[in-house]
């Protein structure tokens, strides 16, 4: 199965900096099709996930553009700017380009 | 307005068979390009994907557990299931049902809130 490698574990984030986590895969997650299907999800406390971005950078519906993602291959980040209180949670990179689809094991943001 | 609910027995034995129900509106799984996916979370721990179904009846599984998964969807495309046979402690878990935005069997855009699940002797 396809490794994705989540850092920081945690990071702690004074409200309005930027935090910055990053997802390494054990494989390339470009598909034959030239789409690379990594996506990022947000678990706030007590809810279920929640989908960020898809194929990279695409923000899904109503996902401030705080959120940026960006990366190719075997490595990404996701990027929030100006963080604010409602983006405390759980960050978990995904990728369904190789079957099973995996997730990481997690980056938990808190605030400062 | 797309909202799933994921429904199961709460606890069950260990060897046991889960029956895991999700019931959805705003969308029907008849629907080209429709696919209702399952995701469990251990308790602190992180999200394994489980299986997948979609509009045409075609069903995904992780290989890891494709022996003991049957995902299934009823005929009014408003259901679906999923079992798994021969549950032991490593299978409690939070349960979520999810649909994906449109084709393929990603990205999981909706998400039901989760039906927690105990085995337990």
């Known amino acids: 199965d396809v490794v994705l490698t989540q850092t920081p574990v945690s990071l702690s984030v004074t409200l309005g900096d930027q935090a910055s986590i990053s997802c390494r895969s054990s494989?390339?997650?470009?598909?034959?099709?030239?789409?690379?299907?990594l996506e990022w999800y947000l678990q706030k406390p007590g809810q279920s996930p929640q989908l960020l971005i898809y194929e990279v950078s695409n923000r899904f519906s109503g996902v401030p553009d705080r959120f940026i993602g960006s990366g190719s291959g075997t490595d990404f980040t996701l990027k929030i700017s100006r963080v604010e209180p409602e983006d405390l949670g759980v960050y978990y990179c995904?990728?369904?380009?190789?079957?099973?689809?995996?997730f990481g094991s997690g980056t938990k943001l808190e605030i400062k | 307005q797309v909202t799933l609910k994921e429904s199961g027995p709460g606890m069950l034995q260990p060897s046991k068979t889960l029956s895991l129900t999700c019931s959805f509106s705003g969308f029907s799984l008849s629907t080209s390009g429709m696919v209702v996916s399952w995701i469990r979370q251990p308790s602190g721990k992180s999200l394994e994907w489980l299986a997948a179904?979609?509009?045409?009846?075609?069903?995904y599984y992780n290989p890891s557990l494709k022996s003991r998964l049957t995902v299934s969807k009823d005929t009014s495309n408003t259901q679906v299931f999923l079992k798994i046979t021969s549950v032991d402690i490593a299978d409690t878990a939070t349960y979520y049902c999810?649909?994906?935005?449109?084709?393929?069997?990603?990205?999981?855009?909706?998400w039901g809130q989760g039906t927690l699940v105990t085995v337990s002797s």
């Open positions: 995904f990728q369904a380009t190789h079957d099973p689809p995996t």
């Open positions: 999810a649909r994906t935005l449109d084709m393929g069997i990603t990205p999981n855009a909706y």
């Open positions: 179904i979609d509009w045409d009846g075609d069903k």
């Open positions: 494989q390339s997650l470009e598909y034959s099709d030239g789409y690379t299907y």
